[in-house]
């Protein structure tokens, strides 16, 4: 798919139209290609090519189009793919917090969901809804602003709703998820001292369970994660 001198790591990929389109980071940019069904690679150049650091790109697919969402130095841009290449990039998330790893998924009948980190201490996961042809939809809001860090989450649409997974990092680490409805409210809480705050546990076992992720047929939902609970000791 990409063969350039240097290194092309994270990639990411999704089925959209009648194809796929692949998307990595590459000397702090952006690159991108499509593949044909039958193996066919068309390059798609540089994406993201700008003075900042652009890394961790996230790929989700509506049907024949796609949203790429990626991390531009400290904050969260995206760029949408019409089935032949990507367009403009624009921003999705910029303030004077940092916006971290970001995640990405579709609803096909309606908007994309954008989560990621905020803050560096202690930091809160939040959203934001995105169209089709990517305009920001509303404000950022909190998907959970609990104790601790909310850190590397992952997303996927399924019965009519986005399923969102993170780690939260305020008693080792340990996975939390909440469904998020189509218009960005979150459904699913727990208390935490006095504060009602998003999220219920899906793994809290002993040792650290980190770097979720998730998957959504028509009847459920799959997470996985890495575990250390039976890690032998050296």
Same mark, same amino acid.
């Given at each position: ?22 998307? @990595?980071q590459e000397a702090g940019n ?29 790929? %989700? ?20 793919? =019409? ?19 970001p995640a990405v998924a579709a =609803? ?7 989560? @990621? ?43 009519? =709703?986005?399923n969102v997974v993170f780690a ?12 998020? %409805? ?42 996985? @994660? ?9």
């Amino acid at each position: 798919i990409s063969d350039d001198n240097g290194v092309q790591d994270n990639p990411t990929v999704a089925f959209s139209d009648d194809g796929y389109v692949v998307a @990595w980071q590459e000397a702090g940019n952006i690159g991108g290609a499509r593949v044909s069904s039958d193996g066919a690679t068309t390059a798609l150049g540089n994406i993201a090519a700008t003075g900042a650091s652009e890394t961790l790109p996230r790929l %989700s697919s509506r049907g024949a189009t796609a949203l790429l969402v990626y991390q531009s130095a400290t904050d969260v841009r995206g760029a949408v793919f =019409n089935g032949l290449t990507f367009g403009a990039t624009f921003s999705i998330a910029s303030s004077a917090a940092s916006e971290l790893e970001p995640a990405v998924a579709a =609803n096909p009948d309606g908007d994309y969901l954008v989560t @990621w980190t905020e803050g560096t201490t202690a930091p809160d996961l939040r959203g934001r809804l995105v169209t089709a042809g990517g305009a920001p939809n509303g404000a950022a809001f909190a998907i959970s602003a609990a104790p601790g860090g909310q850190l590397q989450s992952a997303a996927a649409f399924a019965g009519g =709703n986005f399923n969102v997974v993170f780690a939260n990092n305020r008693a080792g680490l340990d996975i939390y998820g909440t469904r998020v %409805s189509p218009t960005g409210v979150v459904l699913d809480s727990r208390t935490e001292g006095t504060a009602t705050v998003g999220g219920v546990p899906v793994s809290t076992g002993p040792s650290s369970q980190n770097q979720p992720d998730i998957a959504c047929s028509d009847v459920g939902c799959l997470v996985a @994660w890495t575990d250390r609970r039976n890690l032998l000791a050296n």
